[in-house]
T-cell receptor, first 117, second 113 residues
């Protein structure tokens, strides 16, 4: 069975500094995808970044990068130059790739990030 | 609008009543997902539609829950004989077939009293 573990219930970071949010996963699949989503207080899930299990390079999207360490089964999110608007819940999630078009996601419990001015 | 739309945004109902939650996906998105998010938890998969058919309903908790997507666009999640434990935020997401990222609506907060 697939499982996502986020061990940091809450994190604080000073504005303009970088922060790393931890995510470890467990799967017996060879092909899988890893996602990070942001959920502000409004409730909407906002897609941030995706890493495929066979991607050799770490994914980057603007200020977001994914530190993918396959042997350790970790997919940490790094946010550089934090902004006040980054304060939100952050969820790590995983999907199977070899499941046809079904990209249903298995989610972690989330990390609450607070950016201090 | 261009995003996923869910209505109502909030629904309060009495225990034992029937409710319908609506999801209007992004135009052209053939894949549609329903998730349930309880307080302090990550979302939990309920059901996946590819076009009009429910391709994976393995996450529906019991037979009180049912979802349809008759024309391959709008979907309705139906809950019969609601229980207090059904209280949660119900999230809908849509994506293009084969694409990785799914786009979520703002959810419907269901409260069963």
């Amino acid at each position: 069975a697939q499982k996502i573990t986020q061990t940091q219930p809450g994190m604080f970071v000073q504005e303009k500094e970088a922060v790393t949010l931890d995510c470890t996963y467990d799967t017996s699949d060879q092909s899988y995808g890893l996602f990070w989503y942001k959920q502000p207080s409004s409730g909407e899930m906002i897609f941030l970044i995706y890493q495929g299990s066979y991607d050799e390079q770490n994914a980057t999207e603007g200020r977001y990068s994914l530190n993918f360490q396959k042997a350790r089964k970790s997919a940490n999110l790094v946010i550089s130059a934090s902004q006040l608007g980054d304060s939100a819940m952050y969820f790590c999630a995983m999907s199977r790739v070899n499941a046809g078009n079904n990209r249903k996601l298995i989610w972690g419990l989330g990390t609450s990030l607070a950016v201090n001015p | 609008g261009a995003g996923v739309s869910q209505t109502p945004s909030n629904k309060v109902t009495e225990k034992g009543k029937y409710v319908e939650l609506r999801c209007d996906p992004i135009s052209g998105h053939t894949a549609l997902y329903w998730y349930r998010q309880s307080l302090g938890q990550g979302p939990e998969f309920l059901i996946y539609f590819q076009g009009t058919g429910a391709a994976d309903d393995s996450g529906l908790p019991n037979d009180r829950f049912f979802a349809v997507r008759p024309e391959g666009s709008v979907s309705t999640l139906k809950i019969q004989r609601t229980e207090r434990g059904d209280s949660a935020v119900y999230l809908c997401a849509s994506s293009l077939t084969g694409r990785t990222e799914a786009f979520f609506g703002q959810g419907t907060r269901l409260t069963v009293v």
